[in-house]
């Protein structure tokens, strides 16, 4: 049974940090890319971060670029999100995806049932 679990959210003051992490279970992880998404209430999904498979590449949205280090441990079948400097902004249900692409148009993805993030005084 396919499972991406993640933990970690929470509430933080702005300015401060938190690491969300995502267990994988049921599925050859090292094989997919890594990706973080983020819901913010009244708002489209947003991809947050991406990481490949190897964990040589990544990239991050503008608004985080800079604030936010995504990272995976293939031995603990693991992805992580290091979030620093923490904006209200940053406020969201955090979703963790798992992708393999066939080909450009044909891929198999997972989803986590999310952590909410929420940053406020």
């Known amino acids: 049974q396919v499972q991406l679990v993640e933990s970690g959210g929470g509430l933080v003051q702005p300015g401060g940090s938190l690491r969300l992490s995502c267990a994988a279970s049921?599925?050859?992880?090292?094989?997919?890319?890594m990706y973080w998404y983020r819901r913010a209430p009244g708002k489209e999904r947003e991809l947050v971060a991406t990481?490949?498979?190897?964990?040589?590449?990544?990239n991050y949205a503008d608004s985080v670029k800079g604030r936010f280090t995504i990272s995976r441990d293939n031995a603990k079948n693991t992805v992580y999100l290091q979030m620093n400097s923490l904006k209200p902004e940053d406020t969201a249900v955090y979703y963790c995806?798992?992708?393999?692409?066939?080909?450009?148009?044909?891929?198999?993805?997972?989803w986590g049932q999310g952590t909410q993030v929420t940053v406020s005084s």
């Open positions: 995806n798992a992708k393999q692409y066939y080909s450009t148009s044909y891929y198999i993805t997972y």
């Open positions: 049921g599925f050859t992880f090292s094989s997919y890319a």
């Open positions: 990481i490949s498979s190897s964990g040589s590449n990544t």
